[in-house]
């Protein structure tokens, strides 16, 4: 059978020759096919006795199936790829979720309590970010050389010297000068609740920003009393925090509100039995309030003999931090996505 050995070095001495995947190719063609070179050995096989053709048929077979591993050995170092080619669809593999936006955590705080009052028959009002300090201190109430004034102070937007004072520009410390606005423009009944943001002087820390969130509430009618403020309020406790939480009202002073009170509710972590976030108290500050001080009433030209009305005001920040566990109040602002795809 040595004339098949010759047959396969020839063979592998051509192979070795192919530079490219095309030549190995046609190799398998040339030598393989149905006109290739081992055919025309076989055509010899019937001439020769049974034994023999045997052999010879079977060396014939080995000799072909050499060949075809050298080429396919060929090809694979030509194209340097060693592994099987990967199937380019893969149906099995999870497809790629797409990110869908969401609602700031602080926004929606504030559409939630929005809604709440909206239920209670307040209807949303909004006032401008820039106010004259007529609007911000004087027509609530607070008298600008007055140490009341301080914790509402804010970013003025003109000269601090200006002779236009009290009519200087400036960012509204609170919302509370939309009541004025409502008030002015309309005569009671009045029943509005007031989302937005307000500015103050105060360095960002764990439990402040300069820019920060406020959702204030007005009632003006003949006959409203403190009664319906603490029926209003407790409702709304309850809604925004869960069937179970009582309120509190604690005296307290605010310019524009007489009597004022700072109301607290049960702590949302404890229940009211006290720990270590209530500082053992059972109760957490949320809001202030009070009747809507007469002086107020007069500036907005509603008779203050006839009507009263009660005001609220509460940080969304603050009831957002409460409701979602957040210990930072800057967490809101840095926004990071980790963060904000919790909710
Ligand atoms: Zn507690």
Not at 37 to 56: A, M, N, S
Not at 106 to 131: Q, S
Not at 154 to 180: G, N, V
Not at 267 to 284: H, R
């Amino acid at each position: 059978m040595s004339d098949l050995d010759d047959v396969k070095a020839e063979f592998l001495k051509t192979l070795d020759g192919a530079k490219a995947a095309g030549e190995a190719e046609k190799l398998r063609t040339d030598w393989l096919g149905r006109t290739g070179r081992l055919r025309k050995l076989t055509e010899d096989l019937g001439k020769l006795p049974v034994e023999q053709k045997k052999l010879r048929g079977k060396a014939i077979n080995d000799l072909k199936v050499a060949l075809e591993a050298a080429i396919d050995e060929r090809l694979k170092s030509l194209s340097g790829v060693k592994a099987a080619p990967v199937d380019p669809i893969d149906v099995t593999i999870p497809g790629a979720r797409p990110r869908y936006g969401r609602r700031h955590p602080v926004y929606a705080t504030m559409d939630e309590i929005r809604h709440i009052f909206e239920k209670l028959g307040f209807e949303a009002a909004y006032g401008p970010e820039i106010e004259t300090a007529y609007y911000n201190f004087e027509a609530l109430n607070i008298p600008l050389d007055h140490p009341a004034a301080e914790p509402f102070d804010t970013y003025y937007l003109d000269d601090p010297d200006a002779a236009s004072r009290p009519y200087r520009y400036l960012l509204r410390s609170h919302t509370s000068p939309a009541q004025m606005h409502v008030m002015e423009s309309r005569k009671p009944p009045i029943r509005v609740v007031v989302p937005g943001k307000v500015f103050r002087t105060d360095p960002a820390d764990a439990s402040h920003l300069p820019v920060f969130h406020q959702c204030e509430g007005l009632m003006v009618d003949e006959g409203v009393t403190f009664a319906d403020l603490k029926g209003v309020l407790a409702i709304a406790a309850k809604e925004l925090f869960g069937a179970k939480t009582e309120t509190r009202f604690r005296p307290s002073y605010f310019p524009f509100t007489e009597p004022s009170a700072e109301v607290d509710v049960t702590c949302l972590l404890c229940g009211g039995g006290g720990c270590p976030a209530c500082k053992g108290s059972g109760w957490i500050e949320i809001l202030g309030c009070g009747m809507v001080h007469p002086r107020v009433l007069e500036y907005a030209k509603i008779d203050p003999a006839k009507y009263t009305g009660f005001a609220f005001g509460m940080g969304v920040e603050r009831v957002a931090m409460l409701k979602l566990g957040v210990p930072d109040i800057r967490h809101f602002i840095r926004n990071h996505p980790l963060f904000l795809r919790q909710w």
